[in-house]
C-alpha cells in the first residue's frame, strides 16, 4: 500500500500555503474520540487500553512525574465511552502525589468511580505462591510426599507443606514469629507492602546459598530444604539488593537524603529528623515516608519515624533511637 500525499492549495498570497480540511491540525482529544468511537461502533467493537509500570518511566517523586501522571488522568476522562475503557495501573503513592497539590484535581471522582480495590498480597497468599512454586518441582514434591490436589484445595495443607521445607523459625526461643511471619515481616516496606518480588528474591538467595552449604558439606544433613541461615542469607542480599536497584537507581534526586541515615539508627522523633536533613525536613521525610523507606507513627500523641526490616542491612543500621 503507497503512501497517500497530502493535497495542498495555495491562496492568492504568494507563500502562504494552506491544507486541505481533511488535513488540517491540530487533531483535538474530543475528534480523536469521536473517529475512534465510529469505527469501534460500525466493526461492532470494544477497545481497552491497560497502561502500566508507569513507576519505571520518570524519575520518581519528580515534577516531571507528578505532570505527566495528571495529564494522562485528565486525558483519561475524555475518552470514557461505553466502547472505550482506559485502565491505569497506579502505585498508592503515585496516586497521592497526583493529587496531593495546591491545585488539587479537579473532578477527581469522573477518573477513580471504576477504581478498582488496591491489589495487596495477604501472608496466606504468599505463603500459598512459595509452597506451590517449590513443589513444582517433582523431586522434591516426591520426596516430601506433597499431595497436589490436597494442596491447591486446603491453606491449612498448604501451611503444612510449608513447614516440611523450611523450619519452624528462623531463631530459637519461644517468643520467635513463625518462619513466614518472620519472611514477611522483613519483605515490608514502610508503608506495610510486600511484594512476591521482594519474596522470591529473598528465597532465590536463599536456595543459592543453601546449595553452597550443602556442596561444602555433601556428607551432612539437614531436617529441611531451607535452613535457618540460608534465609538470613537471603534476606541480607534482598536488602544491599533494595539499596542499589530501588533507593539507589530509581530515586536519584532522594539518594543524598536517604544516605544520610546509613551507618545510623533505626528510630527518629522529629527533632532528631531535623537535625539529620535541615529545615526542609518535613518536605523530605514526606516523601521518604511515601517511597516506603520510612514508616510513620505516633508515640505519646507526637509523630516517629522507623526505617523498616527491609532497608536495614542494606543501610547498615542498628537497632536503637537516634
Known amino acids: 500500500m503507497g503512501i497517500r500525499p497530502v493535497r495542498l492549495k495555495t491562496s492568492e498570497r504568494p ?4 491544507e486541505t480540511p481533511e488535513h488540517s491540525l491540530p487533531k483535538y482529544v474530543n475528534e480523536i474520540k469521536a473517529g475512534l468511537e465510529a469505527v469501534l461502533e460500525t466493526s461492532k467493537l470494544s477497545l481497552w487500553l491497560m497502561v502500566d509500570r508507569l513507576d519505571e518511566i520518570f524519575p520518581r517523586r519528580s515534577e516531571v512525574e507528578k505532570t505527566a501522571l495528571r495529564a494522562l488522568l485528565r ?3 475524555y475518552f470514557a465511552s461505553a466502547s472505550i475503557r482506559v485502565k491505569v495501573f497506579l502505585r498508592d503513592d503515585m496516586l497521592e502525589q497526583v ?3 495546591d491545585a488539587g484535581f479537579t473532578a477527581l471522582t469522573h477518573v477513580t468511580v471504576r477504581q478498582a480495590d488496591t491489589l495487596r498480597w495477604a501472608q496466606d497468599q504468599i ?3 512459595v509452597v506451590k512454586r517449590f513443589v513444582a518441582n517433582d523431586t522434591l514434591a516426591t520426596h516430601l510426599e ?3 490436589d ?9 501451611t503444612q507443606c510449608f513447614d516440611k521445607i523450611f523450619p519452624p523459625t528462623v531463631f530459637r526461643g519461644s517468643r520467635q514469629s513463625r518462619t513466614i511471619r518472620w519472611i514477611w515481616n522483613r519483605c515490608a516496606d514502610g508503608r506495610g507492602v510486600v511484594t512476591p518480588r521482594d519474596v522470591l528474591d529473598l528465597l532465590i538467595r536463599a536456595v543459592q546459598r543453601q546449595q553452597d552449604i550443602c556442596a561444602a558439606e555433601p556428607e551432612g544433613s539437614s531436617d529441611w530444604v531451607i535452613g535457618a541461615a540460608a534465609i538470613v542469607y537471603g534476606f541480607e542480599e534482598l536488602s544491599k539488593r533494595k539499596r542499589q536497584t530501588y533507593l539507589q537507581a530509581e530515586f536519584p534526586h532522594l539518594w543524598k537524603e536517604i544516605e544520610k541515615f546509613s551507618g545510623g539508627k533505626t528510630d527518629y522523633d522529629a527533632t532528631k529528623l531535623e537535625s539529620l536533613l535541615g529545615a526542609e525536613w518535613k518536605g523530605i521525610v514526606a516523601n521518604l515516608v511515601a517511597i516506603g523507606f520510612l514508616s510513620k507513627g505516633a508515640k505519646g500523641g507526637e509523630d516517629v519515624f522507623a526505617i523498616p526490616f527491609l532497608y536495614r542491612p542494606g543501610m547498615n543500621v542498628t537497632q536503637g533511637k537516634a
Open 15 to 18: 507563500g502562504n500555503v494552506e
Open 75 to 77: 486525558a483519561m476522562r
Open 99 to 101: 493529587v496531593a497539590t
Open 127 to 129: 505463603l500459598a505462591m
Open 146 to 148: 506433597i499431595n497436589r
Open 150 to 158: 490436597k494442596m491447591d484445595a486446603s491453606a491449612s495443607y498448604r
